[in-house]
């Protein structure tokens, strides 16, 4: 039994950071988490939730600050759900999202030769975002609002700025709001599941500069379509895209199946490296372009590709790692589930000409089954699942295939260091990088190179 009561103010310093970005105070060895306290500081906390192994607490004073702590720079930090580590330096934030890394690998796991990098970071951690997706909401007084959910609500803050999105999307969303209440546009409402515009997404090609507006609408029939298009085509030249996607389904997925075209292409443009990449309204493409470059040539340089080597590309999305590698490879061999994913894939490889790749719907851990009995013997293998990891089919074929090298991206660290404990029978975990391919918030994303025992 523990001594701590709810609603006591309790005095304590924080020893340490959870993955959330949350300061950790212990009394004997009960952790107690106090969101937007950092490690060091002594604090005054009020307990807030109470359970067997944790509790959690509010801060209400902090008597002594930490050097990493900073004003954040958006004024809407502490209502927003978009980021987590405003609070913090910028090197305070790529700091602790290594020390996650370390913890993982060397603390937890016992990877005790493999090198952890320090986190690669932006220059200018700041509107970063190539893409946005902002709901469209009415206040009490009855006026068209958009802006970003509450945390953990569905309740929108109206905001003027988000300062780690696309500086033109805020543009683009201002004067659309400014429309849909000249306009007088018929918005959705959650509760009542009813009215028309839904949310407004924009993506940019972050090199192209190609901007596309998509207008989710509840239904398909929506008059004031044809002057919103000629004001935004009259405003922002580099629109070349405008499309209208309809979701009537009343969910939390934000857009549905079906869009039309209501303004130019159907699609943008947009270039990674010497790359260039298709993306229409529904495709898969990396948020953070800059990152991402960065991103992938560290990946790049981890498989030490000499130009006659077979690479999997598996969890390959759009295809956009496989075709960043095709021109210093032999071949590079694509699995995805996603077919639309796949047929980006596809076109994404004719566009840049490339004749030495081939891309495969289906799941990696049954594809690769299928490429091992076809006689495919790769030399590198690129992994990037999802947040859930790898599938322990697909592990073990990949040992049985034993490439030379293979090199795992993950967005969730304590899956790729699970999956590294199965690796590790036949491979070495030389180094991983953290990447931090969004600056603010706690999401950690890693590369890690393995090279055969
Ligand atoms: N490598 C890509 C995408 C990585 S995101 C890029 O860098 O852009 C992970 C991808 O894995 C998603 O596109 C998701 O659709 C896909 N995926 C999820 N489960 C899968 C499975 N079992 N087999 C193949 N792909 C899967």
Not at 44 to 54: D, E, H, M, R, S
Not at 319 to 348: C, F, R, S, W
Request: aromatic share 8%; glycine share 6%; hydrophobic share 35%.
């Amino acid at each position: 039994m523990n001594a701590i009561q709810k609603n006591e103010l309790i005095e304590g310093k924080v020893i340490d950071l959870t993955h959330e970005g949350h300061g950790v105070v212990k009394f004997d060895r009960y952790p107690i988490f106090v969101p937007n306290a950092l490690i060091d500081e002594l604090i005054t906390f009020k307990v807030i939730k109470v359970k067997k192994n944790f509790a959690i607490g509010k801060l209400i004073e902090i008597k002594e600050k930490s050097n990493d702590r900073i004003e954040p720079p958006c004024v809407y930090y502490y209502k927003c759900g978009g980021c987590q580590l405003q609070h913090m330096t910028y090197q305070a934030q790529l700091n602790m999202k290594k020390e996650q890394v370390v913890n993982l690998f060397k603390r937890k796991a016992g990877f005790k030769d493999t090198l952890i990098h320090d986190t690669i970071g932006m220059d200018d951690p700041w509107y970063y975002r190539n893409k946005s997706q902002i709901p469209v909401g009415k206040n009490n007084e009855n006026k068209v609002i958009t802006g970003f959910y509450r945390q953990r609500s569905h309740d929108i803050i109206d905001m003027d700025e988000c300062l780690i999105q696309d500086q033109i999307h805020q543009e683009v969303i201002n004067k659309l709001k400014a429309w849909f209440n000249e306009l007088n546009i018929s918005v959705y409402n959650e509760r009542k599941k009813q009215g028309m515009m839904r949310h407004v997404v924009i993506r940019t090609g972050h090199h192209s500069r190609e901007l596309m507006v998509i207008l989710v609408t509840n239904g398909t029939k929506f008059k004031q379509a044809d002057i919103l298009t000629e004001r935004l085509r009259q405003h922002f030249p580099d629109i070349v895209s405008i499309k209208q996607n309809i979701n009537d389904t009343h969910s939390n997925v934000i857009m549905g199946q079906k869009s039309y075209t209501l303004y130019g292409k159907d699609e943008i443009i947009d270039m990674l490296s010497d790359v260039t990449f298709k993306i229409n309204d529904q495709s898969f493409y990396q948020i953070n372009s800059i990152q991402t470059e960065k991103l992938y040539q560290r990946a790049i340089d981890y498989a030490e590709l000499q130009g006659e080597e077979t690479v999997l590309d598996t969890y390959c999305g759009i295809g956009t790692i496989g075709l960043y590698m095709a021109p210093k490879a032999k071949h590079v061999y694509g699995v995805e589930v996603v077919p639309e994913a796949i047929t980006d894939a596809q076109q994404n490889a004719t566009i840049n000409q490339f004749k030495n790749t081939t891309f495969v719907c289906g799941k990696a851990e049954e594809v690769i089954l299928k490429w091992k009995a076809e006689g495919i013997r790769p030399d590198v293998v690129m992994v990037d699942p999802p947040r859930k990891g790898c599938d322990e089919t697909f592990l073990k074929t990949l040992l049985e295939l034993n490439p030379q090298r293979i090199v795992y991206i993950s967005c969730n660290p304590s899956t790729q260091q699970r999956d590294a404990q199965l690796l590790a029978q036949q491979y070495q975990l030389t180094q991983i990088t953290p990447v931090d391919m969004f600056p603010h918030t706690t999401h950690v994303e890693t590369v890690a190179q393995f090279e055969r025992l």
